[in-house]
Every structure is written in C-alpha cells, then in structure tokens.
C-alpha cells in the first residue's frame, strides 16, 4: 500500500457514510410497516398512499406570501427509485418542499408549522413499533461515527486558514483541493528546517506524512530548472523559501515511489545527501501528478556548475571530499534500533550531484539506489525498469559479470563512477583549465550505446585520459592518483568510500580543506 496515497480520508467521505448508515437504521425501523403518506393526487382516491421512501410535500410562493390552502399544499409519496440520492434527495433540500418518514408526516398541518420554520426538520422520527434490543447497535454506531466526523470537521476549519500558499505563478494544486485538507499542528510559522529538527529527532528518517501533505499543497511552482527522462525539476516557493520540485510522468510512478522511500530511511539525513522534504501525489482521474520535494541549490548540478567555471585547488579538494563524505555516508551500515541500512547509489554521475552555495556539493536522485538487508544478507532492489547511466556503468556492469546477489559489487560500482567524476572537476581546475568534456567524450559517442561502452572500458580497458599538467601540480597528482584507484578493472582491488574521504582528507595542507 502506498503510504503516499490517500493518506487521510476526505470529510466528504466521512458525510457520506455517516448519511448512508443514518439512512439505513431508519429504513431498518420503517420495515416493519409500510410509511403511510396523505396524498391529494388524482391517483389517490381514499387520500392515502404508500411507499418505501418518503412522504413529500410541496408548496408555492405568490407574491412573497406562502399559501397552505389545500389546492397550493401537493401531498404524495417519494419512493426510492426515484429519490436521488436515496439517503437524502435532492428535491428535500428546497426550501419550499418537505421530506419525512413517519406516517401520515406530511399532512397539512405539519407542513405549514415545518415550512414556516423554513423546514428546519429534525432528524428522520424512530418507529413506534421498533424495540430497544432492533436499535441499541445502529445508536451506537451513529455515536461512533458522530465522533469521528466531529473530528474530521474540526481538522478541516482548521485548514481552510492555513492552506492559502505563497505568491507564484502555478499553485501546485487547485484551490479547492487544498480547503479540507488538514495540517499538523507542528508548522505554525516554523521553516522546514526546524520543522525537520523538531519532528526527526536525529533518526533523519523525514518529516510526518500529514506535514508533508500540508507543505507540497502549499508549495507554488516559479520555473523550470531542469529536465530529464523522468520528467522535470521546477524551482517553487513556500512560505518565501526556495525549494526543488521533482514531477514525475505517471510512467515513472515506481522511481517517484522508491526515491521517496530511500529518502526517508532511518538515519540518512546527512548534509552532503540532498535534503528531502516531502512527497505527495494528486489524481482527478485523468492524470496523475507525482511531486518529490527537496531542498534548492542555486547552483545546479555539478554538471551545470563545471560546464560554466572553473575552480581553484582548494574547490576541488573541498568538492571531492563533500562527494566522498555523502557516499561514504550512503555506504556506510548502522547498527542499532534505529539504525541506517547500506545503500548503494547505482546511477552516480556529475549530473546528480548538487552544488551548494558554499561549492561543497550534495549527492541526489536516488530512485536506482538500492539497499542491504543485514539480517538476511540480501539486497534489496527496486522494481523499475530504468538502468543507470551507460557512460558511468563499471566494466563489471557492462559486461554483466557482477554478482547481483551481493552487497558490496554494487558499492564498487559506485566508486568507478566516482573516480569519473573526480575526473570531470579536476580537468576545470588549475591555471589552465581544459574545457567540460564527460568521461570518454574522445572514444564514443555523444550517446553512447551499451556496445560503445563495452567495447572501450572491457575490450580495450581504457580510461579517461590524464593530462601531463596535472603531474606538476601537487593537489591534481594527488587526486590524479585517487582516481585511478577508483577504476581499475578488479573491482576488489579499488578503494572504498571511506578510504577514499580519508585520503582526500589528507590531500595538502588543511588550508586546502575549508569546509
């Protein structure tokens, strides 16, 4: 069941089920005998009829003044097929008519002392002829249901003064749907950030999901900052905040649901994996909306920032080390009650990393990520269809070698890809920086196929190309040397994350190191 969808019942819902089990005691008390109407039609010569439903009167306004002679008063019964909906038809909610269900309920005198009240009818009268023992549980059921639709109409005036949004130029959703929608008494005035203070408690596992309802309701998107094959990346606004919203196509409905589930483990808040704020989804029946929220970085990704920058020695040393630290992180296993699985990131690339406005950079887009199960000593993959990023797959992927049985080829696949991207900052940096260029942009196409890649990485066992200005730079030899041992052709024989933030951590002197 999605934890997402439809995470608290609609106090429509609540109306109408309370209407449809009222309806059924009284039509239960009614059984024993048929309601006996007054009725003037022609059709009913002795002034009698009877029906299943109810009995009905009708009268006409002239000249603002109500009349209750026998001829304007219309006396007849209302039978259920033709009582829409039968609960409580429409034709009752008029003014100038009147529905009832005891006998002979309609005649002329209780319609004029009804009417004159403007039909401020009590509740449907009980049958004399029903017992004590027939009614007890249908009252008890009433009072229940009376308790919880109390609460639920509670919750909702409580949100029609909180759901109004921030200024933009597309609310995330329609007005409407945001007025009986309740919110969780925690967000006051409060930003996201103590929000997730306050409600984590240091478990990192996200925000509760009536809060995250609340918060991507309100969110109004501004514009477009990215694209990609799951669809597209606005920037929105709440509450005068900045944050990301990733919409997904409904096809990828199982990615938006993963992401969303590997963001909210135990404990895998940490200030180089982007900050997740909630996700939420809306369906009208037609389509399907499905929103992931994350905090905003106005620098885009590693991919945008390196193709527009240069960088010195101490930005780079400070970027790879924010990579390796936040993959170390995803990593790494906690034991305890509340503890972190290991996960393996699957797609790590230049494109899903995020740089932060102080250029340390933050690792995103986790819906390939997949998770090791300790008790059981499996792993815990995804169902979607998506595969990672070709360019960035290691040798032991392309040719379909690794074992996907086990944990830890999934975390050296991760450090194959990191290795590229280390590759991909250090050719901006320096006194002569070269241009942005991907991995292997001189060996395959812009798009490469699986076969380009096979070929070039398992075939021929190539790898990016080290330029001799590097080896006279201290910082770039060193990094130089980190990388290579984050893409040999043995997955067994590269560093693992942790090995790498520490190496990292060593690089230079520690004014290389400012974060």
Same mark, same amino acid.
């Given at each position: 069941m999605?934890?997402?969808k439809?995470?608290i019942?609609?106090t ?6 309370f209407?449809l089990?009222l309806f059924a ?5 009614d059984a024993v005998d048929g309601?006996?109407c007054y009725c ?8 009698t009829c009877?029906?299943?439903g109810?009995?009905?009167a009708?009268t006409s ?5 109500q009349?209750?002679?026998y001829?304007?008063v ?11 909906p ?5 034709k009752c ?16 005198d209780?319609v004029?002392e009804?009417?004159s ?8 009268e ?9 009614v007890l549980p ?6 229940a249901?009376t308790?919880c639709?109390a609460? =639920? +109409? ?5 949100s029609?003064s909180?759901?109004?949004g921030?200024?933009?130029?597309r609310? &995330?959703?329609a $007005?409407e ?7 969780h008494?925690?967000?006051g005035t ?10 984590t408690?240091g478990s990192?596992s996200g925000?509760?999901l009536l809060?995250?309802r609340s ?6 998107l ?5 694209k ?6 606005w920037?929105?606004?709440w ?5 990301a ?7 990828e409905?199982?990615?938006w649901?993963?992401e969303a589930e590997?963001y ?8 180089n994996?982007l900050g997740?704020?909630?996700a939420d989804?809306k369906d009208?029946?037609t389509?399907t909306q499905?929103w992931l ?6 620098n885009? =990704? +590693?991919?945008?920032?390196l193709?527009?920058r240069?960088?010195d020695?101490?930005?780079?040393v400070?970027?790879a &080390?924010s990579? $390796?630290t936040?993959?170390a992180h995803?990593?790494?296993d906690?034991v305890?009650t509340?503890g972190?699985?290991?996960?393996a ?6 494109k899903?990393?995020?740089v932060?406005s102080?250029l340390?950079c ?7 990520a997949?998770?090791?199960n300790?008790?059981s ?13 070709k360019?960035y797959?290691?040798?032991e992927?392309?040719d ?5 049985r086990?944990?830890d080829?999934y975390?050296?696949s991760?450090v194959?890809?990191?290795g590229l991207v280390?590759w991909?900052i ?5 006194t002569m920086?070269?241009e942005y ?6 060996s395959v196409p812009?798009d490469?196929a699986?076969?380009?890649m096979r ?5 021929e066992k190539?790898?990016?190309n ?5 080896h006279s ?15 040999y052709?043995?997955p067994?024989?590269?560093?693992t994350?942790?090995?790498i ?7 230079g002197?520690?004014?290389?190191i400012?974060l």
């Open positions: 999605y934890q997402y439809n995470v019942m609609d429509f819902h609540w109306r109408k089920w209407l089990l005691v009284y039509r239960r008390l309601l006996k003037n039609s022609p059709s009913c010569p002795n002034e009877e029906t299943d109810y009995c009905f009708s306004i002239e000249g603002g003044v009349k209750f002679t001829q304007e219309e006396l007849r019964c209302m039978s259920l097929k033709t009582a829409f039968p609960e409580y038809p429409i909610k008029s003014s100038a008519n009147y529905c009832c269900q005891y006998d002979f309920c309609n005649s002329n209780i004029r009804s009417l009240k403007v039909l401020q009818a009590t509740a449907m009980s049958s004399p002829t029903a017992k004590v023992w027939q249908w009252v008890m059921g009433l009072m249901l308790v639709v609460t =639920s +109409l509670w919750w909702a005036k409580r029609r909180l759901m109004k921030g200024r933009g130029s609310p &995330l959703f $007005a749907d945001s007025l009986g929608e309740p919110r008494p925690i967000m409060a930003t996201i950030r103590d929000m997730i203070e306050l409600t408690s990192g925000l509760p809060v995250q918060i991507a309701r309100q969110i109004q501004v514009d477009i900052i990215g990609g094959r799951f669809g597209e990346v920037r929105g606004r509450r005068g905040e900045n944050v919203v990733k919409i997904f196509s409904s096809r409905e199982c990615s649901f993963r590997i909210q483990t135990v404990m895998l808040r940490h200030e994996i997740f704020i909630a989804n009208n029946g389509w499905l929220i994350t905090d905003y970085h106005e885009g =990704s +590693l991919f945008d920032y193709t527009a240069t960088i020695s101490n930005t780079l400070k970027m &080390l990579i $390796a936040g993959l995803l990593h790494m906690i305890g509340k972190k699985p290991a996960i990131h699957r797609d790590l690339k230049s899903n990393i995020l932060k102080n340390t933050v690792i995103g887009d986790l819906g390939l997949v998770r090791h300790v008790a000593d499996s792993v815990d993959v995804p169902s979607t269809n998506r595969v990672g990023t360019r797959m290691a040798p992927v392309l379909e070698t690794m074992d996907t086990q944990f080829p975390k050296r991760d194959y890809s990191f280390l991909e250090a050719r901006r940096c320096g920086p070269d260029q991907p991995p292997y942009y001189d812009p490469p699986l076969e380009d070929r070039v990485v398992c075939m190539r790898r990016p080290v330029p001799n200005r590097w730079d201290p910082v770039l030899s060193a990094i130089s040397k980190v990388m290579k041992e984050c893409w052709q043995n067994a024989a590269r560093l994350a942790l090995r933030k520490k190496t990292l951590a060593n690089i002197t520690g004014d290389h400012k």
